[in-house]
């Protein structure tokens, strides 16, 4: 069945309003609220901090540890409370999305906590969470190449588009086979190096070339409201 029109009268190319402000946890020794409408997520970063069990240290380098979670009343249909297999798997990209941006040289043997908090969720938890403990990364004041970048893009109905909604990642062909394609994507925006990238579905090589360069485009975006967020955050503490 084509996709002509998206559920909610975007553009194909388009992200949903985006919203980002950093020091909202004053505890934190970095913190930020990153959303994509009504999917919104914060971060809060602490450490560097030796790690503890000692085993567990690397001499040459430290090491982020992420964990990301989703209220029980993020959704709908509450989600049961506690750790399960689908955030130990976002936990763990995304401490992989986030490692080449900060330079984790400088700590060795330490770790930097990162939490991940989803306030509301409607897809795109993931990507939301990257780019608001990325400004939480950088709010904390630690040594980063770059930041990171993140959004999701995917072939619905036949049709490419970008930063997903729930009923756009559900969408069922004429017959009721579910045939959407869902590719979280995370650049590091200045060097354009890919730092996560997901595929859940079908889609040609080709179409993942063009997706990969819509993503990029909306990035690019992102990273722009990322800066100004921080520009205007520390001209604040002068
Ligand atoms: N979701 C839900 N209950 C859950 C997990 C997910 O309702 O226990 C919804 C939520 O809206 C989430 C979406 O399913 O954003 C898509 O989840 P997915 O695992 O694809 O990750 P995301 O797109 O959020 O990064």
């Given amino acids: 069945m084509p996709y002509t029109k998206r559920f909610d009268g975007r553009k194909f190319d388009e992200t949903r ?9 004053e505890k934190a020794d970095g913190s930020a609220y990153f959303a994509f409408g009504d999917t919104k997520a914060i971060a809060a970063v602490y450490g560097p901090r030796t790690l503890f069990p000692q085993h567990l ?10 964990n990301y979670d989703m209220m029980s009343f993020s959704v709908s249909e509450r989600k049961r409370p506690g750790p399960g297999r689908r955030g130990q798997e976002i936990s763990h990209v995304t401490e992989k999305a986030l490692e080449p941006a900060v ?30 403990a990325s400004l939480a990364l950088a709010h904390a004041g630690l040594p980063m190449i770059d930041l990171v970048s993140s959004v999701s893009v995917g072939k619905i109905g036949g049709k490419l588009c970008v930063d997903l909604i729930k009923e756009e990642e559900d969408f069922k062909e004429k017959n009721g086979e579910k045939s959407a394609t869902d590719i979280p994507v995370a650049f590091l925006p200045r060097l354009g190096k ?28 992102i990273y722009e409201v990322q800066k100004r967020t921080l520009k205007e955050a520390f001209k604040e503490w002068k």
């Fill in 194 to 221: 890919v730092s996560l990238l997901q595929l859940d579905g079908k889609i040609s090589s080709k179409e993942l070339s063009e997706a990969l360069e819509m993503a990029q485009e909306s990035c690019n975006k």
């Fill in 103 to 132: 330079k984790l040289d400088n700590f060795p043997n330490c770790v930097i906590e990162v939490y991940i908090l989803i306030l509301q969720a409607n897809a795109g938890t993931r990507t939301a969470g990257i780019n608001a």
């Fill in 17 to 25: 309003k985006i919203e980002a402000k950093v020091g909202v946890i």
């Fill in 57 to 66: 240290q690397n001499p040459v380098k430290g090491r982020i540890r992420c």
